[in-house]
């Protein structure tokens, strides 16, 4: 697949990875990775385990730096980024750890995430209920699915719930790119079909990689797949393409998948 734009950092990419390689001591987890995702593209990035997923969102994040590479975010350089450089550039993720407060309602978590990505930061004066961050929030809220629970206490949601709150945290402060770390995972089907629509409803504007067990929800959602197999990039195309690739379903099918 001919990737646009090689070479030219302004060539309109909201992601472009080059060459990047992570080693953990003699093991190469990811090598030689070069990929880019358009603006309001949405990616899914398909692989067995230890196909090299997690550690390639590890290094677009920053909680990894690579061993060899360049990452570039909108044009710029991030690749020796921490980080709260990227999430302050418009990236955020969702982590399969939860990251909720659980303690709060929902429309608190919502709130404060809200709060943490703009200027004033944890203000602890009480906001007015016409606070545009408040609004803001109440969005995100609706967005995925969650207004009827939003004075819930998180810790009193079920699971699916708190997944979808951790989709609402990860849209918080307009982010101009999402990297959603499969958010189906432990989902009931009617959960899964919700998530469909709760990520197919994000405005346009928002790109997203998602990497997903569930290869049902991630070609529901993503226009493109990525799909890898020990650390390297093994065939990209159009969601419809990779579907009916016969050996993608030999490496799925045939790969233990059905056990996840």
Do not use: W
């Not at 990929?35 to 390639?56: D, M, Y």
């Not at 499969?182 to 709760?198: K, N, Q």
């Amino acid at each position: 697949m001919n990737l646009p734009g090689t070479g030219n950092a302004s060539s309109g990419n909201a992601l472009e990875l080059r060459g990047i390689t992570k080693m953990f001591g003699a093991l190469a987890a990811i090598s030689d990775v070069t990929l880019s995702v358009k603006p309001g593209e949405r990616r899914a990035v398909l692989g067995s385990n230890g196909a090299g997923k997690t550690t390639l969102f590890n290094c677009i994040t920053g909680d990894f730096l690579p061993s060899a590479g360049l990452v570039r975010f909108f044009g710029e350089d991030v690749t020796v980024f921490p980080p709260h450089e990227r999430i302050r550039r418009g990236l955020r993720r969702t982590y399969q750890i939860s990251s909720l407060f659980t303690g709060l309602s929902v429309m608190d978590n919502v709130y404060l995430a809200c709060c943490g990505v703009s200027r004033n930061r944890f203000s602890l004066v009480r906001p007015r209920p016409d606070d545009a961050l408040v609004q803001a929030a109440e969005m995100l809220v609706e967005a995925v699915h969650l207004t009827a629970d939003k004075d819930r206490l998180v810790g009193e949601l079920a699971y699916g719930q708190q997944r979808q709150l951790e989709v609402a945290l990860a849209l918080s402060g307009a982010p101009r790119f999402v990297l959603f770390d499969e958010p189906a995972a432990g989902l009931s089907p009617t959960e899964r079909a919700d998530l469909v629509t709760i990520l197919t409803s994000l405005p346009a504007h928002i790109g997203f990689i998602i990497i997903e067990h569930d290869m049902d929800v991630a070609l529901r959602v993503a226009d493109s797949v990525t799909m890898m197999h020990n650390g390297r990039i093994f065939k990209e195309g159009r969601s419809d393409e990779i579907e009916s690739d016969p050996e993608v379903q030999e490496l799925y099918l045939g790969g233990g998948h059905a056990h996840h």
